[in-house]
């Protein structure tokens, strides 16, 4: 496993078994992803598949443009590619009412996103707390074809939702991409539906998870994420930095809600409680920028491990926004 970014402001990790690496996420502009890649000595060429959790923008941001260059397919579930396209192309899959009735949505958004840059220096969890916004518009530049002088065929000049093969999966049915198999799992999260995934490198027998962007973990989370080797675990926000913070009272609802981010003691909560213990590493990550300090969220995770951290040779690395992990080789 190698995260090249996790946060609000993009998210992707390389999952990489035998011959087979998948990308999972693109939340990040194409050109940025592949100077990651070629950081941490990832060939973007050798990638044979894009896996998406969900169509918040700090997990989409680079897709089609990147899939376009590579020329590979993309795995989403139905809704969560229709949820993708209507957020890419919102005029022509919409009656004229409709499109009213988005553009007074758009503004009223607008009015509220303006309202929020004046209390923020930076946006953080904001830009992932509506549809489209702020930074958006600058990571969307890139996602349309033209922006990275792409080559594609003129049909995908003209949609902006044009990718070389979709590929559909749904939540609770394994499948898999060449020699890893994948467990995808429903999250809950304010996004059309949006997933966790269990990879599991058949050759191997190792167990590696995905789970951010997540309010809680529910039961179907806790059994996912059952004798996993490496974890990919959500560790949002520090409760108080959050209540004490910056955000408008409506962004803070959301994110501290049932379908917004996991908090360092929720993350706890679970490593305490759930976990079995056996991972060779925990990556805590989607930490945010604004609410979070690495250290907490550190502190909350080694101390819900307790003895079992030494024990069992488990670890705790704290994926960041600005720079790729190492990566996690078992
Ligand atoms: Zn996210
Ligand atoms: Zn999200």
Known sequence: MTVLASGSKGNATVIAAGSTRILIDAGMSCRELMRRMAQVGEDPEALDAILITHEHLDHVAGLSVLARRLNIPVFFTEPTHRAWVRMLTPRTTMSYGKWLELMQREKEARAEETAAAHMLAESDEVSAAGSMEAESAELLAESVPAAEGDTAAPKAKADPAFLPAVEYFRAGHGFSIGEIDINPFSTPHDAADPCGFVFHARSESIQMAIATDLGY??????????????????????????????????????????????????????????????????????????????????????????????????????????????????
């Not at 056996?278 to 609410?291: D, F, P, R, W």
């Not at 003895?307 to 990566?327: F, Y």
């Open 217 to 330: 973990i529910p039961p179907n989370v806790k059994m996912a994420l059952k004798s996993v080797d490496v974890l990919l675990l959500e560790s949002n926000h520090d409760l108080e930095m959050l209540k004490n913070g910056p955000y408008p009272w409506s962004v803070k609802q959301r994110v501290l809600s049932r379908v917004g981010h996991l908090s360092n003691a929720a993350a706890a909560e679970f490593l305490l409680r759930d976990y079995d213990g056996g991972a060779h590493t925990i990556v805590l990550g989607h930490l945010s920028e604004q609410n979070n300090l690495p250290e907490l969220a550190r502190l909350a995770a080694e101390q819900a491990i307790g003895d079992r951290l030494s024990l069992l040779g488990n670890r705790v690395v704290l994926a960041a926004q600005d720079a790729p992990l190492e990566p996690i080789c078992l």
